[in-house]
């Protein structure tokens, strides 16, 4: 199996900056696509941001120009840096991943999501 740990997050106030990461560990053949996911109280979840295999990077509308996320493969890691923070960025954040661990067919992990709380 594929674990996927997210870390960072936190409270800060508005135009602010935070930077989460989430690292993939267990017997992984490979990963590919990343992303990070959202989800605030009473909304559904949202991507946030996609990392291909190709290493082409996809922003929700919402957050271009402020979020800027990278890949480490060597690391199997993922950052999400976000600058200029809004209330509205209030929100748990999730890891996704597409992979293959070892002797499995390939599915999509999920982190256990971590708290991104920006006030006003």
């Known amino acids: 199996q594929v674990r996927l740990v997210e870390s960072g997050g936190g409270l800060v106030e508005t135009g602010g900056s935070l930077r989460v990461s989430c690292v993939a560990s267990?017997?992984?053949?490979?990963?590919?696509?990343m992303r990070w996911y959202r989800q605030a109280p009473g909304q559904q979840r949202e991507l946030v941001v996609e990392?291909?295999?190709?290493?082409?990077?996809n922003y929700a509308t919402s957050v271009k120009g402020r979020f800027t996320a990278s890949r480490d493969n060597a690391k199997n890691t993922v950052y999400l840096q976000m600058n200029s923070l809004k209330p509205e960025d209030t929100a748990v954040y999730y890891c996704?991943?597409?992979?293959?661990?070892?002797?499995?067919?390939?599915?999509?992990?999920w982190g256990q999501g971590i708290q991104v709380t920006v006030s006003a």
């Open positions: 996704n991943a597409d992979a293959i661990a070892a002797k499995l067919n390939r599915r999509t992990y």
């Open positions: 990392i291909t295999s190709g290493h082409s990077t």
């Open positions: 267990g017997n992984i053949l490979r990963i590919d696509a």
